[in-house]
């Protein structure tokens, strides 16, 4: 796959120039950002045209998968039937047969439970449960957040003006960020 990346070929000069190269004038200014409108074109058609070829290999994939699904689905319907005409080995969860190839498995029925916890969570607020009712414990950041404020290097109470030195509370400084807008 060709890699795509700004390179001599795009500056049309030497590496030893590069190194030195500036832009100098609002003229080499407007190339440099016609340059970086042409790459960024370039990236995006090659873009669309991986994304539609990524989409073409899943659509092939999910034919692929219905028909393996089809064709399991088919045999082990037959493994089914002829499941029930032999002698399997029967435990209280489980019938098996042993083959050389591979085992064929019939998981009895069990009742499990169907809950909806909302609705539980209700009822034991009605029935005074609070034993059955867990609380969970979560620090409001966004409320305390609102409190603060940051000057230089020292957070500040807005409300007390008290500088505050809190475990688990700091700054973090964002590096300052150049953009190009093309």
């Known amino acids: 796959m060709e890699e795509l990346r700004l390179s001599d070929e795009f500056l049309n000069v030497e590496e030893e120039e590069k190194e030195t190269w500036k832009v100098q004038d609002d003229l080499a200014a407007d190339w440099v950002l016609d340059k970086i409108r042409e790459s960024k074109a370039e990236y995006s058609r090659f873009e669309m045209i ?10 092939r994939l ?13 045999f082990e319907s037959k493994l089914r039937e002829y ?3 032999v002698k399997a080995k029967e435990t209280k969860t489980q019938k098996s047969y ?19 916890k909302d609705k539980l969570l209700d009822m034991a ?18 409320e305390f957040k609102k ?3 940051i000057d230089g290097d020292k957070i500040i109470n807005k409300e007390t003006g008290e500088v505050l030195s809190i475990e688990g509370l700091g700054i973090k400084h964002k590096p300052e960020e ?3 807008e093309v």
Request: proline share 1%; glycine share 2%.
């Open 50 to 59: 991986a994304k539609a070829k990524i989409e073409q290999i899943k659509d």
């Open 62 to 74: 999910e034919k692929e998968k219905k028909k393996m699904k089809d064709e399991v689905g088919f």
């Open 83 to 85: 499941f029930e005409t």
């Open 98 to 116: 042993n083959l050389p190839s591979g085992k064929l498995k019939l998981k009895k029925s069990k009742a499990t439970f169907d809950y909806k």
């Open 125 to 142: 607020k009605e029935q005074k449960l609070e034993d059955l009712i867990k609380v969970k414990e979560d620090f409001d950041w966004a």
């Open 147 to 149: 409190q603060l404020k």
């Open 178 to 180: 150049f953009k190009v």
